[in-house]
């Protein structure tokens, strides 16, 4: 099993930025991929950025150049930059383990134009 708690979801301007975060416990080990999606209100949850246990990453053409994830230990970031009305959606974190995959709770993420 594994517990994931998100934190850092926010109201900002467009242009601005924020930084979201996700710390694991539980069967750190097993992860194979971690990962960021977004579902906004209306829309299919769709993914945002991977990162996999080696490090490679992988982003959605709409946030490359403007998002980062990044990993330290048990916690995974996604650094977000020139925030755009449209990246305005709920975050969740999902990690990918031998034993399936684990979401964490979300965290809202509204940018006002």
């Known amino acids: 099993q594994v517990q994931l708690v998100e934190a850092g979801g926010g109201l900002v301007q467009a242009g601005g930025s924020l930084r979201l975060s996700c710390a694991a416990s539980?069967?750190?080990?097993?992860?194979?991929?971690w990962g960021w999606y977004r579902q906004a209100p209306g829309k299919q949850r769709e993914l945002v950025a991977t990162?996999?246990?080696?490090?490679s990453t992988m982003y959605a053409d709409s946030v490359k150049d403007r998002f980062t994830i990044s990993r330290d230990k048990n916690t995974v970031y996604l650094q977000m930059n020139s925030l755009l009305p449209e990246d305005t959606a709920v975050y969740y974190c999902?990690?990918?383990?031998?034993?399936?995959?684990?979401w964490g709770q979300g965290t809202q993420v509204t940018v006002s134009s």
């Open positions: 539980g069967s750190i080990l097993s992860v194979n991929a």
């Open positions: 999902k990690v990918s383990a031998w034993m399936g995959d684990y």
């Open positions: 990162m996999t246990k080696g490090g």
